[in-house]
């Protein structure tokens, strides 16, 4: 009786993670569910970065009227 107590699934697998104690079992998301923030942060991101690019091309190199970089 001791043995079945110490050799529960709970005791067991208690250090690993949900889906290693569960490899049959796949949980699906609807669309609804779906919230991809770490695309969109990236996105915001690389968008800020080609801003950013932009305005140091125009204000800096086309609009400053000073010795620039691209001769």
């Known amino acids: ?11 067991a697998g208690a250090d690993r993670s949900w889906e290693e104690r569960n ?7 609807t669309i609804d569910e779906f919230q991809p923030k770490g695309t969109l942060t990236l996105t915001l991101i690389y968008f800020a970065i080609v801003v950013l690019m932009w305005i140091f091309m125009y204000f800096v190199e086309f609009a400053g009227n000073a010795p620039s970089i691209i001769d």
């Open 1 to 11: 009786m001791s043995d079945e107590l110490s050799q529960s699934p709970d005791a």
């Open 23 to 29: 490899p049959d079992i796949e949980r699906e998301i």
